[in-house]
């Protein structure tokens, strides 16, 4: 028991993995459910004192299970419009490339400098998700509307719904995927929200099928990003440089993995003004740890 107890890992006692461990289970249930987990599990990281980059890095990593069974909770949604995924897929792949190049390849004080802004967007989008998520289901009732005014709806049929989805597929959705993808690769946090918005305009889907594509997205973003990071840490930094932390890792795929299978339960079962306190909560955390190493 006393050697238990003793166990560290990246210098991190037991307490403060089993902490980690937690972040990642309720950061993997809010990715599948609305987005913005990182910010659960990477004011945790730096709060620890784990480098910023080296907390990006592997956040994001560990975190790539738990978005892929995100993304299976949703598979019927996913199939429904799976004609979208053919052109949004390699959107996403491109700019989180670009997006993990600039992460790994910009000096680690740039980072630290533009951190704190995109942790201050990020949690402007949390606290703008409840107004993004209403008018995002407005724009939804009024396409219902335009398809045809006069008379009731009639469900769609698959082959209906799967048309319509890869007719709304145009170069400005495109692009704001590749956007989103870049910002996705190099900070990770609130893309999905990011892109519930750009989908919840631009897409004909409805937003249980429009969160299946993001998380299948945010997936393939972090994805591209961990290969990104695995090929410059061991193929171009010294080892002594190198910034995955594969313990942390392992750690955050663990919970983020459960927090995954769980999240549709858990979304319905906390309020969600809670769920956006803690992390609106965590996130001033990490704001605050990051100023003061920027200051000091």
């Not at 950061?27 to 987005?35: P, R």
């Not at 892929?68 to 700019?95: C, D, N």
């Not at 009024?142 to 007719?167: C, H, I, N």
């Not at 910034?243 to 983020?256: M, N, T």
Request: hydrophobic letters at 55%; charged letters at 15%.
């Amino acid at each position: 028991m006393e050697a238990l107890l003793e166990f560290e890992l990246h210098g991190l006692g037991l307490g403060l993995l089993l902490l980690i461990l937690l972040a990642a289970v309720w950061a993997g249930a809010i990715n599948a459910v609305v987005g913005s987990g990182t910010l659960v599990t990477f004011p945790v990281l730096v709060a620890m004192g784990i480098p910023p980059v080296s907390a990006t890095v592997s956040n994001a990593m560990g975190l790539i299970a738990g978005n892929f069974t995100g993304a299976w909770g949703y598979r019927r949604e996913i199939i429904q419009v799976r004609s979208v995924l053919a052109k949004l897929i390699p959107a996403s792949f491109v700019g989180g490339v670009i997006g993990a190049t600039l992460l790994i390849t910009l000096p680690e004080e740039v980072f630290g400098t533009v951190a704190p802004v995109l942790i201050v967007i990020s949690l402007g989008l949390v606290i703008a998700q409840p107004k993004l998520a209403a008018w995002v289901k407005r724009r939804a009732a009024e396409r219902v509307e335009d398809d045809d005014p006069q008379t009731p709806q009639e469900e769609d049929s698959a082959e209906t719904v799967a048309r319509k989805a890869a007719e709304s597929v145009r170069w400005p959705l495109i692009l704001l995927v590749f956007l989103a993808g870049i910002y996705g690769g190099y900070f990770v946090a609130a893309q999905g929200i990011l892109l519930m918005g750009i989908m919840g305009v631009l897409l004909a889907a409805t937003m249980q099928q429009a969160n299946g594509v993001k998380n299948l997205l945010v997936a393939f973003v972090n994805l591209t990003a961990a290969v990104s990071y695995l090929v410059v840490d061991y193929l171009i930094r010294d080892p002594d440089d190198r910034v995955i932390l594969w313990g942390v890792v392992a750690i955050i795929a663990a919970g983020s993995t459960l927090g995954g299978l769980l999240g549709a339960w858990l979304g319905r079962k906390l309020s969600p003004v809670v769920l956006r306190g803690v992390i609106i909560t965590l996130g001033l955390v990490a704001l605050a740890v990051m100023l003061n190493n920027l200051l000091s």
